[in-house]
């Protein structure tokens, strides 16, 4: 080895200033291990996925070895050249460090000494990124965190190739490289270093990896513990705080996958080199839950659910799912999760990555199971959660999930009771998501843009109630991080009757919300049908306004409405109102109002009791929206004028076909006839759904006790009501 | 066989009064014919696709065995349940008459037996459609045209069975059933009978498959040549006028699929009854050349390119293109076509479906390509046309089609020189097509909604040149289907410079307009451009507006704009202006403004040659849409006001991609850097195009000699240009 001839020459001071040294390791140390390694080379050939992936790994390596060095100073905002390039380099050295560790083939160790050199001179002199707005600003990048990623990559590539390197070569990347990285996330962005939340996760994976590469203790114990040592911050802490007992991440699915990758990579490399951890079996193994817990958070497109800031676009067949599927395989032997890699079509180049590879050669994969799943949110799992119903399999599941959990830390929504409906393959009922174009450059940069705070997180642009057409907590983040809704109940154990219920009471003050929802397939009835009770509680008259952000044309309604057809105007001036088009309103003199749209050549219909005093209304996104940063998708909302007690009765029904192709269409009307709201204050709602088929539907609903055992009856209109528990379902013909 | 113990007693009169007798003739001899019938029942066991296809009508037909016969009087409009029990009707009929014919089993002959007699008993009792709101009536349907298809079906089901039939119920079915039908079409509907448009095709194809099957000569004579057999109207008279000697249909696309159909079933039946009229060679082969034109008119997502009144949704897996690709294939032994019927994964059950399914057997299928082509329009070809440019390959084909052909009958739209754009799968420059939800009954009960009148056909519906806010011909469809666009050139033999040209002098009084546009591939550079060059040309003022219908996501301008962010209202009080939402409008000091988009993950960016005078404008559709019929789809449009002569030089570019599963965006920037207008005038159009990447296009085009031999020389500010032929495009690297 090389370093052996320059091992007299070296004085390894640095080390020695920054921590202890350490016994010499074996390196790779973190991902990779030597021994790993040795096998991946070994059965390579025989395991068809894993030489795939590794060839395509290999393909990067090559380009990177047959194209022109570039380590141009940070300049541009993300999608732009120097932040793609950056990216780029950071891959290249991965690349290289994994095909030098399975080929031993020196021509990569070299690429990645020769791209380390080169940002050992660069980083030394860099300063703050000069095009950061971020409120933690990087060197090689606008923000830490693509920094932080940058070295979470390139350790791994350092690492790779540490044994190859001359001593000399080490001192000065270590010296000019990952030092001063980590010196800059410890001491620079302090605040993040020691924040709960994924950026947090990032940043000391990077440094903690740093210091079990580098054999720099005090880095390692900061990541564990948090810059301070007090584990207030930190690796542990993380996980104590971010994760629920059964593994829900609290910043919603899009950050769940995204901090998971570190989660696990740091979470291996540690096992490799302090085993005494036992790392993987902390909080009752809540690592591998959250890794499997990601994959139910995801609609059977492979789309993850997107609660709070979340681009949609992103699937499971993306690299943070090919880590976590992989991982949670290996440690449970989930074989179902087999299913998701053989279709993610890769694995990670790593012992997972094989254990995964041999079980598929093996043909030992089970489909994948989308199931109803309540998962719990906060550290200790008494901070709400998310309710997810579903009905059908894989290729027409009617898919709800039901959000009631804390804000979700920075990246948290304003969206208290609020749900998303998936069916039929898409997007039904939509949660908006995050505004923002992820690195294109025109778009701000690629970071949120100024309409993810003025709407997306807004309460108006979720399917959640809005008291006097204001924000939950007023939109104030401390606030709504004290507090978080209430689970009620949750109960899938019929398929046919399955319900979750929650409560919110702070969100606005003098006013409880509760919101229930079931999804009920009845006897002869193709798609099971959705009612969404929603109890809106208070001594003072308020405006309540539930809005459903339905995808596709509008059809029909059994009212009449006003179209503001020459002219549109905002439908509101704050709180997400004013990025809304006001494009109808109607009311009715039924008891009950029903909107009827097209999706995907399927109808879907809502049928909302209400009176003379609800308004329908109906709204486009995009007012107030100078630089078309919007998606102009369309919303039906039905507000309550002046009402202190009030609750909300809907039917949400998938129904009939619109078939262009063959010119067929059948089952374009809705089955609900009639909506009842029998009874609803504080002890009970009981609501009747009558539908065309000669069915009635009673739901009935304890209000204020969820004790399983309990008998509730009631009197009302010389009926009597009677059921034990939380809920009943009751459905009869009446024919 | 049973009739014949009832021969002596049945006088068969109706036929004597209604035609002459026949001598009696083999069953079935329409599509299906003994010999068929007795191949196919004998081979397909061994032609699986045959099998497939067959074992689909036969669960039809015993669905339809095992279900309650219901022949309701008609009551509904389209989509209700008397119109879509109707259309079940004569699906089980067919279905029974075919599965009797394959396995010979009685019990499907009987059901074809008891509902025409059902239908016998209703139909001489039967008025006008209540619903009715056509101009051509039905008795079944409120249409006529539903009841011709109705016809076609039920005809061909007693066909199949009339052999097995007695002779005293034959004569009810016809005295009852089908000769009322005829007469009612021949007689109350005698406008339609003889109307050169496909309503008119489906008319005589039911009334001469009638006459073919009951022996009445005078009916097929009628149906060939009309109702006063002057030849002015019927089958052979549409062949001549409404197919173009290459097989374009002139209705556009949409309805192309729709009459071949009848076409190809009325041929099928002449060949099989008068093989003398040699019908498959009438007019040089055009009706097999219009079937295999059929598929050149789709994109590569097998939907149909939509112009005119067109419903977007209609692909080659539907059953009209099934029996389009078994004839063209039966018939000239295109394989290429197999490959189309191998995706369809079905064929007819006939002949041709027989041959296809022997085809594919042999694995003889080749794939199929879609390529660059040029379509006349008009029964002698010279009422213009559609150019198709196409570049790439399936998985990714850019494919540009510009119409240039005459106004297409009655669902012609007023878009002279219009164009559509598809790429990456899908469609990017959309046309609207038709403002219509086939069979949706809440939409007018499926029929054309106003809004396609008042706006999908009018000009500023479509990516074509509106002069003064006016429609083409002022929307005058007398006016319009006088007169048609003429081509000018069309030249895609060189697969890197292709091009087409065309020119409209009539569409507006006193304006001439000629537009080119090249598809171009660049050296080094991913995707070709388009070069889209319009010249309009008068003698006096008026203001010019060039829309172009995107699809996707706003992205960014080069161009300052200000946007009606706090209110919207409609850019325009008449011809379809006014169901525009005006959003936002900009000019530029530079010259040319970009608008860049996102669509399916590629970006795409219009620059276009601009002026201080020079207007761009952000439209929505959906002003003035009481009932939200139209789809909210967006649109930029290029607005030059008081000019004479203004030639806009545009060009479209696709580029870059956005990923946002793998979370990485490259290209987003448009490579075009300047446009230059040089010289536009009576002689000659010559551009400029700058890319960023030091090239430059110079596109010269002849405009008043479009002779291929014809040299061109001229000197515009010192530089000589020149050229032979109509056009040239060159590519200069600068750098």
Same mark, same amino acid.
């Given at each position: 080895m090389k370093y052996l001839r320059l091992i007299s020459i070296v004085c390894f001071s640095l080390l020695l200033v920054n921590g202890q040294t350490q016994t010499p390791k074996s390196h790779?140390?973190?991902?990779?291990t030597k021994e790993s390694a040795a096998k991946i080379s070994s059965s390579i050939d025989n395991l068809p996925l894993l030489k795939k992936s590794f060839l395509k790994i290999k393909k990067t390596a090559d380009n990177a070895l047959s194209s022109k060095l570039d380590v141009p100073i940070p300049k541009d905002e993300g999608g732009g050249y120097t932040h793609e390039r950056h990216k780029l380099n950071y891959s290249q050295m991965y690349a290289c460090g994994i095909a030098y560790q399975i080929t031993k083939d020196e021509k990569y160790a070299k690429f990645v000494k020769s791209m380390l050199l080169r940002y050992a001179e660069m980083i030394p002199n860099l300063?703050?990124?000069?095009a950061s707005k971020s409120? !933690?600003?990087?060197?090689?990048?606008?923000?830490?965190l693509n920094d932080c990623v940058w070295v979470v990559n390139s350790i791994q590539a350092y690492d790779c190739v540490y044994e190859w390197l001359d001593r000399k070569d080490r001192e000065t990347i270590e010296k000019n490289v990952f030092i001063p990285m980590s010196d800059f996330f410890i001491v620079q962005t302090a605040k993040t270093f020691n924040l709960i939340h994924n950026h947090g996760t990032w940043t000391v994976t990077a440094v903690g990896m740093t210091g079990l590469v580098i054999g720099n203790d005090e880095l390692v114990e900061k990541a564990l513990k948090g810059s301070n040592l007090?584990?207030? &911050?930190?690796y542990l802490a993380q996980i104590n705080e971010l *994760?629920?007992?059964?593994?829900?991440?609290?910043?919603?699915?899009y950050y769940h996958r995204y901090a998971l990758m570190p989660f696990i990579l740091f979470a291996e490399a540690l096992t490799h080199?302090?085993?005494?951890?036992n790392i993987f079996a902390y909080k009752d193994s809540v690592l591998q839950k959250s890794a499997n817990a990601l994959f139910q958070l995801t609609y059977t497109d492979g789309r993850? #659910?997107?609660?709070?800031?979340? #681009?949609?676009?992103?699937? *499971?067949?993306?690299d943070e799912f090919v880590v976590a599927a992989d991982f949670a395989y290996s440690f449970k &032997?989930?074989?179902?999760l087999l299913a998701i890699a053989a279709e993610q079509n890769s694995v990670s180049v790593d012992e997972n990555g094989l254990r995964v590879a041999e079980a598929l050669s093996k043909n030992q994969e089970q489909p994948f199971k989308w199931r109803s799943v309540e998962f719990t949110d906060g550290g200790d799992g008494k901070k709400g959660g998310i309710g997810i119903l579903r009905s059908g399999e894989r290729n027409d599941q009617l898919c709800m999930a039901f959000k009631y959990t !804390?804000? &979700?830390?920075?990246?948290?929504?304003?969206?208290?009771l609020t749900f998303s409906l998936f069916d039929n393959g898409v997007?039904?009922?939509?949660?908006? &998501?995050?505004?923002r174009f992820l690195?294109?450059?025109?778009?701000?940069?690629?970071?949120?843009?100024p309409e993810n705070k003025s *709407?997306?997180?807004?309460?108006?642009?979720?399917n959640a109630l809005v008291v006097d057409e204001k924000t939950d907590f007023n939109g104030k983040e401390e606030i709504s991080s004290a507090n978080h809704s209430d689970r009620y109940f949750f109960d899938c154990s019929n398929p046919q009757k399955q319900i979750v219920s929650a409560k919110e009471n702070?969100?606005?003050?003098g006013v409880k919300m509760h919101r229930t929802i079931a999804m009920i397939t009845l006897p002869n009835i193709e798609k099971p049908i959705l009612i969404d009770i929603l109890r809106a509680n208070s001594e003072t008259k308020h405006q309540y306004d539930l809005p459903f952000y339905f995808l596709g044309q509008f059809i029909t309604t059994s009212f009449d409405f006003k179209n503001n057809t020459s002219q549109r105007k905002p439908l509101g001036r704050l709180n997400g109102y004013q990025?809304?088009?006001?494009?109808a309103s109607g009311t009715t003199k039924q008891t009950q109002g029903k909107f009827t749209w097209l999706l995907n050549n399927r109808f879907y219909t809502i049928t909302t009791a209400a009176s003379d005093s609800t308004i329908f209304l109906f709204a486009q996104i995009g007012a107030n929206d100078q630089n078309f940063n919007l998606k102009n998708d369309p919303c039906f909302i039905v507000r309550q004028k002046g009402s202190d007690n009030y609750t909300f009765i809907s039917v949400i029904e998938p129904h009939g076909e619109y078939n262009g192709k063959d010119e067929i269409t059948i089952g374009?009307?809705?089955?609900?006839k009639e909506i009842k709201n029998i009874a609803s204050d504080g002890e009970k709602t009981i609501g009747e759904i009558i539908l065309t088929s000669g069915q009635t539907v009673t739901i009935c609903i304890s209000n204020d006790n969820s004790d399983i055992k309990v008998k509730h009856s009631y009197k009302v209109n010389d009926k009597n009501y009677q059921w034990v528990g939380p809920y009943s379902i009751e459905t009869i013909d009446n024919k």
């Amino acid at each position: 080895m090389k370093y052996l001839r320059l091992i007299s020459i070296v004085c390894f001071s640095l080390l020695l200033v920054n921590g202890q040294t350490q016994t010499p390791k074996s390196h790779p140390c973190l991902i990779l291990t030597k021994e790993s390694a040795a096998k991946i080379s070994s059965s390579i050939d025989n395991l068809p996925l894993l030489k795939k992936s590794f060839l395509k790994i290999k393909k990067t390596a090559d380009n990177a070895l047959s194209s022109k060095l570039d380590v141009p100073i940070p300049k541009d905002e993300g999608g732009g050249y120097t932040h793609e390039r950056h990216k780029l380099n950071y891959s290249q050295m991965y690349a290289c460090g994994i095909a030098y560790q399975i080929t031993k083939d020196e021509k990569y160790a070299k690429f990645v000494k020769s791209m380390l050199l080169r940002y050992a001179e660069m980083i030394p002199n860099l300063g703050i990124h000069p095009a950061s707005k971020s409120s !933690s600003p990087g060197k090689l990048f606008w923000q830490s965190l693509n920094d932080c990623v940058w070295v979470v990559n390139s350790i791994q590539a350092y690492d790779c190739v540490y044994e190859w390197l001359d001593r000399k070569d080490r001192e000065t990347i270590e010296k000019n490289v990952f030092i001063p990285m980590s010196d800059f996330f410890i001491v620079q962005t302090a605040k993040t270093f020691n924040l709960i939340h994924n950026h947090g996760t990032w940043t000391v994976t990077a440094v903690g990896m740093t210091g079990l590469v580098i054999g720099n203790d005090e880095l390692v114990e900061k990541a564990l513990k948090g810059s301070n040592l007090d584990s207030k &911050g930190g690796y542990l802490a993380q996980i104590n705080e971010l *994760f629920s007992p059964d593994g829900y991440y609290t910043e919603g699915p899009y950050y769940h996958r995204y901090a998971l990758m570190p989660f696990i990579l740091f979470a291996e490399a540690l096992t490799h080199n302090k085993p005494e951890l036992n790392i993987f079996a902390y909080k009752d193994s809540v690592l591998q839950k959250s890794a499997n817990a990601l994959f139910q958070l995801t609609y059977t497109d492979g789309r993850i #659910i997107p609660f709070n800031d979340a #681009i949609k676009d992103k699937n *499971f067949l993306a690299d943070e799912f090919v880590v976590a599927a992989d991982f949670a395989y290996s440690f449970k &032997g989930n074989r179902e999760l087999l299913a998701i890699a053989a279709e993610q079509n890769s694995v990670s180049v790593d012992e997972n990555g094989l254990r995964v590879a041999e079980a598929l050669s093996k043909n030992q994969e089970q489909p994948f199971k989308w199931r109803s799943v309540e998962f719990t949110d906060g550290g200790d799992g008494k901070k709400g959660g998310i309710g997810i119903l579903r009905s059908g399999e894989r290729n027409d599941q009617l898919c709800m999930a039901f959000k009631y959990t !804390s804000h &979700g830390l920075s990246h948290g929504h304003y969206d208290k009771l609020t749900f998303s409906l998936f069916d039929n393959g898409v997007e039904v009922l939509q949660d908006y &998501g995050s505004a923002r174009f992820l690195n294109v450059e025109p778009k701000s940069g690629g970071r949120y843009l100024p309409e993810n705070k003025s *709407f997306a997180l807004q309460t108006v642009a979720h399917n959640a109630l809005v008291v006097d057409e204001k924000t939950d907590f007023n939109g104030k983040e401390e606030i709504s991080s004290a507090n978080h809704s209430d689970r009620y109940f949750f109960d899938c154990s019929n398929p046919q009757k399955q319900i979750v219920s929650a409560k919110e009471n702070n969100a606005y003050v003098g006013v409880k919300m509760h919101r229930t929802i079931a999804m009920i397939t009845l006897p002869n009835i193709e798609k099971p049908i959705l009612i969404d009770i929603l109890r809106a509680n208070s001594e003072t008259k308020h405006q309540y306004d539930l809005p459903f952000y339905f995808l596709g044309q509008f059809i029909t309604t059994s009212f009449d409405f006003k179209n503001n057809t020459s002219q549109r105007k905002p439908l509101g001036r704050l709180n997400g109102y004013q990025h809304l088009w006001l494009e109808a309103s109607g009311t009715t003199k039924q008891t009950q109002g029903k909107f009827t749209w097209l999706l995907n050549n399927r109808f879907y219909t809502i049928t909302t009791a209400a009176s003379d005093s609800t308004i329908f209304l109906f709204a486009q996104i995009g007012a107030n929206d100078q630089n078309f940063n919007l998606k102009n998708d369309p919303c039906f909302i039905v507000r309550q004028k002046g009402s202190d007690n009030y609750t909300f009765i809907s039917v949400i029904e998938p129904h009939g076909e619109y078939n262009g192709k063959d010119e067929i269409t059948i089952g374009s009307d809705s089955i609900v006839k009639e909506i009842k709201n029998i009874a609803s204050d504080g002890e009970k709602t009981i609501g009747e759904i009558i539908l065309t088929s000669g069915q009635t539907v009673t739901i009935c609903i304890s209000n204020d006790n969820s004790d399983i055992k309990v008998k509730h009856s009631y009197k009302v209109n010389d009926k009597n009501y009677q059921w034990v528990g939380p809920y009943s379902i009751e459905t009869i013909d009446n024919k």
